[in-house]
């Protein structure tokens, strides 16, 4: 190559060189971080906030099957007291679960916490986001008690949610535990409990 030519070509890298610099959000994106426990409570409140209002977007999508929550009752109840998990990338939600403490203990004596408000932004799907954040909210429960049982509830006859328990790894009980059916009470939808507790050895 001349001289000449060589001159030319450095001369078009730096115009491109020039060129990207006005764009600094492509140097600025992150890969997918995982937040949870007191990693996800010590963040400002700001970003928690932040989090929790696409948290309460995602489950908006899904008034019938999933509990609706205010950011600010997300963060208090869970993102403060080490009971959620979540993935950002960039700083956008990509899927989201949290522990919901049961009151009393199971019939073998553990502390007993909920899998719930699972979910995955739409269109991030079948990307592993779920399984990972489902594993990191049941491996906190190990932080939090030397004994857990985290179990997860859907309805007998919803076979969709059944499978994605029973592929991540989820124990189909057949029977519902009495802390279950005393917090239930009567009159309540047909479930079906899966016990979650043993998900993290697959991690």
């Known amino acids: 190559m001349s001289i000449g030519a060589e001159l030319q070509y ?4 730096d115009r491109w060189r020039d060129f990207i610099k006005q764009f600094p959000d492509l140097d600025s994106i ?6 949870t426990g007191k990693q996800l409570a ?32 997300l963060i208090h109840n869970y993102m403060d007291k080490n009971l959620s998990a979540l993935i950002v990338n960039n700083g956008i939600v990509l899927s989201f ?4 403490p049961w009151t009393g203990v199971s019939d073998e004596g553990k502390n007993v916490f909920e899998l ?10 079948k990307k592993g986001y779920g ?3 489902a594993k990191a909210v049941v491996k906190q429960a190990y932080s939090l008690t030397e004994n857990p049982q985290v179990v997860a509830l859907t309805e007998i006859h919803n076979q969709g949610p059944q499978k994605i328990l029973q ?3 989820g124990l189909k009980l057949a029977n519902l535990p009495s802390t279950v059916k005393v917090l239930l009470g009567e009159g309540k939808a047909e479930l079906v409990c899966f016990d979650m507790t043993d998900i993290v050895a697959t991690a």
């Open 10 to 13: 450095g001369g078009r890298f």
């Open 30 to 35: 992150k890969p997918s971080s995982l937040l």
């Open 42 to 73: 010590n963040l400002s409140y700001s970003d928690k906030l932040n989090y929790a209002q696409q948290v309460c977007v995602m489950l908006s999508l899904h008034p019938n099957t999933m509990l609706q929550f205010k950011p600010e009752g």
């Open 97 to 100: 679960a949290k522990l919901y």
């Open 116 to 125: 719930g408000s699972w979910i995955t932004k739409k269109g991030c799907e």
């Open 131 to 133: 399984s990972q954040v």
């Open 167 to 169: 592929d991540l790894g």
